[in-house]
């Protein structure tokens, strides 16, 4: 297991006895005792209480789409003051993040993650590195890669063709059956038509039900109505810190995913700020998103322990933002309020027509 440092490192100075010329033997056990002593230090790790990451898998055969446990087992970080855990960025894009859990014990954190394999050709779970949070040091840990079995979704030995068995001739007269079809296929047509006005009845046009026209659903008014349940259900939002701010970030993520087709909820924090950059999106709504969305990931992740005046922050830093896509994204709010009565009148036309026949 490796662990980056910064500083100098640390030097055996080699051990010198200088003695008086004497008895030959006495010296060559000294000697002897010295050598074995200093190749024992060598040989012991110099800290005890190294950090470790220990890695495993709950099963040894993947194929592409299945879900599997990620397990890594980390020892020797209770001196830290935090630990920053890998994120859907670090897994690469063949893995995705289906749940993350942290498992604190008395000898170290347990990590779970859910993870949903999508590729084709790969063989393990990446290396991943761990942030280690020593007052303003950062110290990074290791987690060597985990390799796996990956197995095909189809066998190519029971898709290769099994031989056909041989066929038997038969010899037989086959022209009276195909004569006495071919004769009842003639008296079945002529009845057919003959009385074709009494067999067949010509439906009735299916009235198809007449549906009221949909209204329309604000993006901005869906947010205000979940910032506001939110307030109403964490009076003390600071007891539940986690579960705030990660309905408040989801709330976030769903006005960029519904008003402007951005991948939100399935986008890390640095990804959606990426994509808002490249769409040249207001400077102050990036930096609302980015203030709100950093702070949830601390909460879930870096297990920061929000205060009441971070929950006070957050949620006047929620509102403010509501306020600023108010006025920055009301031509894209009107310009859906067109788009979706274009489309009801474009149903109730189709309705029409469908009734008329």
């Given at each position: 297991?490796?662990?980056?440092?910064?500083?100098?490192?640390?030097?055996?100075?080699?051990?010198?006895?200088?003695?008086?010329?004497?008895?030959?033997?006495?010296?060559?056990?000294?000697?002897?005792?010295?050598?074995?002593?200093?190749?024992?230090?060598?040989?012991?790790?110099?800290?005890?209480?190294?950090?470790?990451?220990?890695?495993?898998?709950?099963?040894?055969?993947?194929?592409?789409?299945?879900?599997?446990?990620?397990?890594?087992?980390?020892?020797?970080?209770?001196?830290?003051?935090?630990?920053?855990?890998?994120?859907?960025?670090?897994?690469?894009?063949?893995?995705?993040?289906?749940?993350m859990t942290v498992e604190p014990g008395p000898?170290?954190?347990?990590?779970?993650?859910?993870?949903?394999?999508?590729?084709?050709?790969?063989?393990?779970?990446?290396?991943?590195?761990?942030?280690?949070?020593?007052?303003?040091?950062?110290?990074?840990?290791?987690?060597?890669?985990?390799?796996?079995?990956?197995?095909?979704?189809?066998?190519?030995?029971?898709?290769?063709?099994?031989?056909?068995?041989?066929?038997?001739?038969?010899?037989?007269?086959?022209?009276?059956?195909?004569?006495?079809?071919?004769?009842?296929?003639?008296?079945?047509?002529?009845?057919?038509?003959?009385?074709?006005?009494?067999?067949?009845?010509?439906?009735?046009?299916?009235?198809?039900?007449?549906?009221?026209?949909?209204?329309?659903?604000?993006?901005?008014?869906?947010?205000?109505?979940?910032?506001?349940?939110?307030?109403?259900?964490?009076?003390?939002?600071?007891?539940?810190?986690?579960?705030?701010?990660?309905?408040?970030?989801?709330?976030?993520?769903?006005?960029?995913?519904?008003?402007?087709?951005?991948?939100?909820?399935?986008?890390?924090?640095?990804?959606?700020l990426q994509i808002l950059e490249s769409r040249?999106?207001?400077?102050?709504?990036?930096?609302?998103?980015?203030?709100?969305?950093?702070?949830?990931?601390?909460?879930?992740?870096?297990?920061?322990?929000?205060?009441?005046?971070?929950?006070?922050?957050?949620?006047?830093?929620?509102?403010?933002?509501?306020?600023?896509?108010?006025?920055?994204?009301?031509?894209?709010?009107?310009?859906?309020?067109?788009?979706?009565?274009?489309?009801?009148?474009e149903k109730i036309s189709e309705e029409l027509?469908?009734?008329?026949?």
């Open positions: 297991m490796e662990i980056h440092y910064r500083g100098a490192c640390k030097t055996h100075a080699p051990v010198c006895l200088n003695r008086p010329p004497g008895n030959a033997g006495g010296q060559a056990i000294v000697m002897f005792i010295v050598t074995a002593t200093a190749l024992l230090l060598s040989v012991l790790p110099e800290n005890t209480n190294a950090q470790q990451a220990a890695p495993s898998i709950d099963r040894d055969t993947i194929r592409t789409g299945d879900t599997f446990q990620f397990h890594v087992h980390i020892t020797g970080v209770e001196t830290f003051d935090d630990m920053i855990y890998p994120d859907s960025a670090d897994f690469g894009t063949d893995f995705v993040i289906r749940n000898d170290g954190d347990q990590l779970t993650y859910l993870l949903q394999f999508f590729g084709i050709d790969n063989r393990s779970v990446p290396e991943l590195h761990a942030g280690l949070i020593d007052g303003t040091d950062t110290l990074f840990l290791v987690i060597p890669e985990t390799p796996f079995i990956y197995e095909e979704r189809v066998d190519e030995e029971e898709a290769e063709l099994r031989p056909l068995k041989p066929i038997f001739p038969f010899f037989r007269n086959w022209w009276p059956i195909i004569l006495g079809i071919a004769i009842l296929a003639a008296l079945i047509g002529y009845l057919i038509y003959r009385y074709r006005d009494r067999l067949f009845t010509r439906p009735a046009p299916v009235q198809a039900p007449k549906e009221k026209p949909l209204p329309f659903q604000s993006p901005l008014k869906a947010l205000l109505k979940e910032l506001a349940r939110i307030e109403h259900a964490h009076p003390r939002p600071e007891q539940n810190a986690k579960l705030f701010h990660t309905e408040l970030g989801d709330a976030i993520r769903t006005y960029f995913e519904h008003t402007h087709n951005v991948p939100a909820l399935e986008s890390t924090t640095f990804e959606l040249r999106f207001d400077d102050e709504v990036i930096r609302l998103a980015g203030t709100l969305l950093q702070q949830a990931d601390l909460v879930k992740f870096a297990k920061y322990k929000a205060n009441e005046s971070d929950c006070r922050d957050v949620i006047k830093h929620a509102h403010i933002f509501a306020e600023r896509i108010a006025i920055i994204d009301r031509p894209k709010l009107e310009a859906l309020r067109s788009r979706h009565k274009m489309q009801q009148k027509r469908y009734d008329l026949g």
